[in-house]
């Protein structure tokens, strides 16, 4: 079974036009994040919560809403896409509050957005 | 930004082990080091983590130095599908349960 998966893997939109990014886990973890891997290939934070609360909001467009209904779901919905949008974005998740330094992050497999 | 430098790029002949280091100068008491690596633009993948002694798991060896001022990733028998970016990664301790990774190390496996 997949852990942390995503849909859709890939996304082709015009841009904007408002799409969303559906992310769930299955390992029981109460913190899902969000992070944009760009064409240089670096990899930053965009989002987190923890038990459906935002812990992590880092400087991201107000175009980016992510949405979390239960603990197992976190959802990124982006509005008016622009094409510097045009990234792969990963979901994650993890157990925090565990033993100090143990919360391993579980990646999905991404969702490459390309805006034309 | 990162608080770890990483060389960019490194090869290694298949079999052989590979040694990646890592440079965390400004680590503090009670932070991880942490390594992830990502295949061909798959999501990253979790190898191993350590505070100050040294950590081994069925991936990897993670050597600290003892003023933990830098690190070593071993791969002991490294194989062509260990080809990946690997990310050495110092977390912060403050409860903001943020990752910040650096360009990483290309490592390429070599037939």
């Known amino acids: 079974d997949t852990a942390v998966s995503q849909t859709p893997k890939y996304l082709v939109t015009q841009m904007g036009n408002d799409k969303s990014i559906k992310c769930e886990q299955n390992?029981?973890?109460?913190?899902m994040y969000w992070y944009k891997q760009d064409s240089k290939k670096f990899l930053k934070i965009m989002f987190s919560y923890n038990n459906k609360e935002l812990i992590i909001n880092e400087t991201v467009p107000n175009r980016f809403s992510p949405k979390s209904p239960d603990k197992a779901h976190l959802n990124l919905h982006i509005n008016s896409l622009e094409l510097g949008d045009s990234a792969v974005y990963f979901c994650?998740?993890?157990?925090?509050?565990?033993?100090?330094?143990?919360?391993?992050?579980?990646f999905g497999p991404g969702t490459r957005l390309t805006v034309l | 930004d990162a608080k770890t430098t990483q060389p960019t790029s490194m090869d290694c002949a298949e079999g052989r082990a590979a040694n990646l280091p890592c440079n965390h100068s400004t680590i503090s008491g009670n932070e991880y080091v942490y390594w992830y690596r990502q295949i061909h633009s798959q999501g990253p993948q979790y190898i191993i983590h350590g505070l100050k002694n040294n950590e081994t798991n069925e991936m990897a060896s993670l050597i600290i130095t003892e003023d933990r001022k830098s690190s070593t990733l071993i791969l002991p028998h490294a194989t062509l599908r260990d080809t990946a970016v690997y990310y050495c990664i110092v977390r912060p301790y403050s409860g903001t349960y943020k990752y910040i990774f650096g360009t990483g190390t290309r490592l390429k496996v070599l037939a």
């Open positions: 994650a998740s993890s157990q925090e509050g565990s033993a100090l330094g143990t919360d391993t992050q579980y």
């Open positions: 390992l029981g973890h109460d913190t």
